[in-house]
């Protein structure tokens, strides 16, 4: 069985300020995805960055970067020079490469940025 | 990327009746659909997975003959909820692969709809 663990209920940063964003997981899988979503009041999913199990990299996609550190099954979401529209939920999730295709997700952050 | 339609965005319903919601990838073929269900300030979890030209994969918990899927095409799932309650009014979101779009390492990207806020009054 999977698990996503997302520590932080809410935070509030300062506008311009970088954010780290706790995601923890745990798998018994030797291969697998992890995801960040943001998901603004309106509701829609918006897929923000990946991370393969087997990557070496530490993914980054413009101001978003994926602070992976498999040993310890962290897979943390790093915004920086936060703005006023990154104020939302934000998801991490993890996906199996064995099995089915479903994704699984963790409670949420949401996110406020202060002005 | 893939664009994913949703619809509608939000529905009020009497309690009894059936509510159908759909959705649509707009530009590639979906074999497989995944409806979520979102409860206010929580987390999405997966109802059922759909798949096209053959019966539903329902999690734990769900019941099938109150959710119906049907995926009819490689453009279209549809969830219904039929003799709706109020303990049904959630926030409804469904998820398409596009298995011939980006991918990322051994994975395919998944697109989401914007969702359906179901009221059931």
């Known amino acids: 069985a999977q698990k996503i663990t997302q520590t932080q209920p809410g935070m509030f940063v300062q506008e311009k300020e970088a954010v780290t964003l706790d995601c923890t997981y745990d798998t018994s899988d030797p291969s697998y995805g992890l995801f960040w979503y943001k998901q603004p009041s309106s509701g829609e999913m918006i897929f923000l960055i990946y991370q393969g199990s087997y990557d070496q990299q530490n993914a980054t996609e413009g101001r978003y970067s994926l602070n992976f550190q498999k040993a310890r099954k962290s897979a943390n979401l790093v915004i920086s020079a936060s703005q006023l529209g990154d104020s939302a939920m934000y998801f991490c999730a993890m996906k199996s490469n064995f099995g089915n295709e479903k994704l699984t997700f963790g409670t949420g952050t949401r996110l406020t940025i202060i002005p | 990327g893939a664009v994913v339609s949703q619809h509608p965005s939000w529905v009020i319903c009497k309690s009894g009746t059936s509510v159908k919601i759909e959705c649509r990838s707009l530009?590639?073929?979906?074999?497989?659909m995944f409806w979520y269900r979102q409860f206010p300030k929580q987390s999405l979890m997966l109802m059922a997975t759909?798949?096209?030209?053959?019966?539903?994969?329902?999690e734990q918990g769900v019941e099938k003959d109150k959710f119906l899927i049907n995926h009819a095409s490689l453009t279209l799932s549809t969830l219904t909820v039929t003799s709706a309650h109020p303990e049904d009014s959630s926030f409804y979101i469904c998820?398409?692969?596009?298995?011939?779009?980006?991918?990322?390492?051994?994975?395919?990207?998944?697109?989401f709809g914007q969702g359906t806020r179901l009221t059931v009054v």
């Open positions: 530009d590639f073929q979906a074999t497989t």
């Open positions: 759909s798949n096209e030209g053959s019966k539903a994969t329902y």
């Open positions: 998820s398409a692969r596009d298995l011939a779009g980006t991918t990322r390492g051994a994975f395919t990207e998944a697109f």
